[in-house]
């Protein structure tokens, strides 16, 4: 793991060296979630980083506040690092989220987005947040995010990650992600952009998918059979196929 001081805070990312393919992937967490996440996707050939957000992982601070805040902590993550280009910003859930905003407020940054389960709008159900502001989490609501199909040892090995997530740390990013709203601002992101769902997840639909697809410029929209909101994480293969097509493609 490396890390780099952004404004007084440590972020910590994991970082596999390109082999294969000039540029860099940068992968971004949803809720609750940490680098790890992304290990499938960390030998595709580029310059590959994988964060730990603030309050997340191994990195310190405190979750932000809002998508909002922290596409603005990214983006300053980006300009830090000085990354080789092409850039590709990826994101997962609240990642995409914050994916999105990026792509909008400071597209010089970037080269091309990569949005899975993605949606321009990401409400919670309210007894969810309830039970997260009282304290209490329930790691077996993250079952409905995987298809019928996946493994049973995938879906208990992430219900038993996500049981080690603080309740205040999920109550913050699913706060922020409740408050999200890009549905109006769509049409101001011009980069390329690649849309990865899967048939069956429930937290974000591929109807969400499909209208922010309708709504980008220059979007490319891809859906997986088998697999549900964890897609990247059920269908690995098909997944950095998708990935590498997209990033290797000629602009």
Not at 66 to 87: C, G, K
Request: one cysteine or more; a negative charge; hydrophobic letters at 45%.
């Amino acid at each position: 793991m490396a890390s780099i001081n952004i404004s007084g805070t440590d972020w910590f990312f994991q970082h596999q060296p390109g082999t294969r393919y000039p540029g860099t992937l940068v992968f971004i967490h949803g809720s609750g979630g940490s680098h790890h996440l992304w290990e499938a996707q960390m030998d595709l050939g580029f310059d590959c980083i994988a964060l730990d957000l603030p309050g997340h992982g191994q990195s310190g601070g405190q979750p932000a506040a809002s998508i909002s805040d922290y596409a603005a902590a990214v983006s300053e993550f980006l300009a830090q690092m000085q990354l080789s280009r092409p850039v590709y910003l990826a994101g997962h859930s609240m990642g995409a989220a914050i994916t999105l905003t990026c792509a909008l407020r400071q597209p010089d940054l970037l080269d091309g987005i990569i949005l899975i389960g993605a949606g321009p709008r990401m409400k919670v159900m309210p007894s969810f947040l309830d039970a997260l502001r009282s304290g209490n989490s329930d790691p077996g609501f993250f079952k409905l995010a995987f298809s019928p199909d996946a493994p049973a040892q995938m879906v208990d090995d992430m219900v038993q990650t996500i049981s080690l997530v603080p309740a205040e740390v999920l109550y913050a990013d699913f706060s922020a992600c409740n408050d999200f709203d890009i549905s109006q601002e769509l049409e101001g992101i011009r980069l390329p952009a690649l849309l990865i769902v899967g048939v069956d997840d429930k937290l974000t639909p591929q109807k969400l998918a499909q209208y922010i697809s309708d709504h980008l410029t220059r979007a490319r929209l891809e859906v997986i059979s088998g697999a549900g909101h964890f897609v990247m994480i059920e269908k690995p293969i098909e997944v950095n196929r998708l990935i590498t097509d997209f990033c290797t493609q000629p602009r």
